[in-house]
């Protein structure tokens, strides 16, 4: 299960979210498809749920199984995510 770290102050930008993490006094600018990621793991989400999540609210002919990965890894690796 992922979920978004405790910590974060988020803001929402026209393009994203703007994510401050005070732990390690960092901003990090999520692009829209970081944000659904993100978003997505507001109440927690099974990470092997989400690539089928993000094609369905982006009506994708495919789950974007690789992007989505990528983008979990380096949410995982700033903190901006957590996994249980």
């Given at each position: 299960m992922l979920t978004i770290a405790e910590?974060?102050?988020?803001?929402?930008?026209?393009d994203g979210?703007?994510?401050?993490?005070?732990?390690?006094?960092?901003?990090?600018y999520l692009d829209p498809v970081s944000t659904v990621v993100f978003e997505l793991c507001?109440?927690?989400?099974?990470?092997?749920?989400?690539?089928?999540?993000?094609?369905?609210?982006?009506e994708l002919d495919q789950p974007p199984t690789s992007e989505v990965e990528t983008c979990v890894e380096q949410c995982l690796k700033e903190g901006l995510l957590r996994s249980s």
């Open positions: 910590q974060l102050e988020v803001s929402e930008v026209p979210l703007v994510v401050y993490d005070p732990t390690s006094d960092r901003v990090h507001r109440p927690g989400c099974p990470r092997e749920e989400l690539p089928a999540r993000v094609q369905q609210i982006w």
